[in-house]
């Protein structure tokens, strides 16, 4: 167990839909990592988050977004769904954002667009 | 194009046989991690290696960082089935301070 936690576990959802997925990092951890897994493209980089932060962007959808709370819990958020985002999507969480970046997963979020 | 290139991709051995999967850049990285990743779950950091030229063992898995910093190599020795998973190497590059991922070596221990 990483100690980060990821809700939902599973998602089914239709076509031009919005769904927000949730992540809460290990405890301390200040940064917080979003990434998506499909099987063509690996392990794709979205957007880090450092203390409430945006501290950078990778291949990130427009119609995606995220943010990170107070409480430094996170959500991404995507919408006008396509066939093509069904994917695994991970959060991952660092002491901070800088250094060594040693990262740990939570379990994932498994999305399905039909 | 992948700023980490992992070789092979797909690596099947039979228990008790040794493995090496490799990871290399053009970049040169601060430092380099290994995470192994078994289906419907996410990665586990196995090891971080910073300094060039470094060798870190974990159990019967070894990992070298080469000397310019630019590729690493993760070693099994007799390896067992639950050895079995994908193998993702990721490198913060000196330049920018971003993490890179890899494509991933998906390996398979056979009983």
């Known amino acids: 167990d990483s100690g980060v936690t990821q809700t939902p576990k599973h998602l089914i959802t239709a076509t031009g839909q919005r769904v927000t997925l949730r992540c809460s990092p290990r405890?301390?951890?200040?940064?917080v990592y979003w990434y998506q897994q499909s099987l063509d493209q690996g392990l794709q980089f979205l957007i880090q988050?450092?203390?409430?932060?945006?501290?950078a962007k990778g291949n990130i959808l427009e119609r995606f977004s995220a943010q990170q709370f107070p409480d430094l819990h996170s959500e991404l958020n995507l919408s006008s769904l396509e066939l093509g985002d069904s994917a695994l999507y991970f959060c991952?969480?660092?002491?901070?954002?800088?250094?060594?970046?040693?990262?740990?997963f939570g379990p994932g979020t498994r999305l399905t667009v039909t | 194009t992948q700023l980490l290139e992992q070789s092979p991709q797909f690596l099947s051995i039979q228990e008790g046989e040794n493995l090496t999967v490799y990871c290399n850049s053009s970049?040169?990285?601060?430092?380099l991690q290994w995470y192994r990743q078994e289906p419907g779950e996410g990665p586990v950091l196995l090891v971080t290696?910073?300094?060039?030229?470094e060798v870190k063992k974990l159990k019967r898995l070894t990992f070298q960082f080469g000397d310019a910093r630019k590729d690493s190599s993760l070693h099994i020795t007799a390896a067992q089935p639950g050895d079995t998973g994908l193998y993702l190497c990721?490198?913060?590059?000196?330049?920018?301070?971003?993490?890179?991922f890899g494509a991933g070596t998906t390996v398979t221990v056979r009983a």
């Open positions: 991952a969480s660092s002491a901070s954002g800088t250094g060594t970046y040693e990262q740990y």
């Open positions: 405890s301390g951890d200040l940064s």
């Open positions: 988050y450092y203390n409430g932060e945006e501290r």
């Open positions: 970049s040169v990285f601060s430092s």
């Open positions: 290696v910073v300094t060039g030229g």
């Open positions: 990721a490198g913060v590059s000196s330049n920018d301070y971003k993490l890179s």
